[in-house]
T-cell receptor, first 112, second 109 residues
Framework: DTAVSQTPKYLVTQMGNDKSIKCEQNLGHDTMYWYKQDSKKFLKIMFSYNNKELIINETVPNRFSPKSPDKAHLNLHINSLELGDSAVYFC???????????FGSGTRLTVV | DAKTTQPTSMDCAEGRAANLPCNHSTISGNEYVYWYRQIHSQGPQYIIHGLKNNETNEMASLIITEDRKSSTLILPHATLRDTAVYYCIATLNTDKLIFGTGTRLQVFP
């Protein structure tokens, strides 16, 4: 039973399109995150949500809009995709205290 | 978050202990030390964390020096599946883990 699941695993799309990545966690965690890992393998936080409320937005372009319909889901919608958006996007969750994060397996987005 | 410094890469023979060092000389009194790893093409995986005392779990041991300026992650019997990038993070803010470049551990047969 997957703890943090992301769909799709791979996404290839053209510049200018709008796409969404879905994330669901079945761990009962209060906090969820989106991280981006670029081609140089740097992992950077994008957003953090606690109980459906945005708590961190790391100067991500407005084209990226996270949505949390409930505390088990955190989806990422991206408008007007650009070549530079190509990366692996990881969703994660935590109990929000000092416990570790549980990451999903990632979504590899390729913009052509 | 305190800056952490790790070697870029390390090798370890299968079955031997892998000792991964991390320097965090500017760590503050309340900052925890976290270790994660990322196996190729997978999401990062939480390993262990600690504040002052040494910690051990089913995956690894964490040794933190008395002055807390450095720590060592120990994988007691490394296997080929332990080949990964290992990240050391010193932080007070668990709302936002900041990953550095990590240590690429290669376990060889």
């Amino acid at each position: 039973d997957t703890a943090v699941s992301q769909t799709p695993k791979y996404l290839v799309t053209q510049m200018g399109n709008d796409k969404s990545i879905k994330c669901e966690q079945n761990l009962g965690h209060d906090t969820m995150y989106w991280y981006k890992q670029d081609s140089k393998k740097f992992l950077k936080i994008m957003f953090s949500y606690n109980n459906k409320e945005l708590i961190i937005n790391e100067t991500v372009p407005n084209r990226f809009s996270p949505k949390s319909p409930d505390k088990a889901h955190l989806n990422l919608h991206i408008n007007s995709l650009e070549l530079g958006d190509s990366a692996v996007y990881f969703c994660a969750s935590s109990q929000g205290s000092w416990d570790g994060y549980t990451f999903g397996s990632g979504t590899r987005l390729t913009v052509v | 978050d305190a800056k952490t410094t790790q070697p870029t890469s390390m090798d370890c023979a299968e079955g031997r202990a892998a000792n991964l060092p991390c320097n965090h000389s500017t760590i503050s009194g309340n900052e925890y030390v976290y270790w994660y790893r990322q196996i190729h093409s997978q999401g990062p995986q939480y390993i262990i964390h600690g504040l002052k005392n040494n910690e051990t779990n089913e995956m690894a041991s964490l040794i933190i020096t008395e002055d807390r300026k450095s720590s060592t992650l120990i994988l007691p019997h490394a296997t080929l599946r332990d080949t990964a990038v290992y990240y050391c993070i010193a932080t007070l803010n668990t709302d936002k883990l900041i990953f550095g470049t990590g240590t690429r551990l290669q376990v060889f047969p």
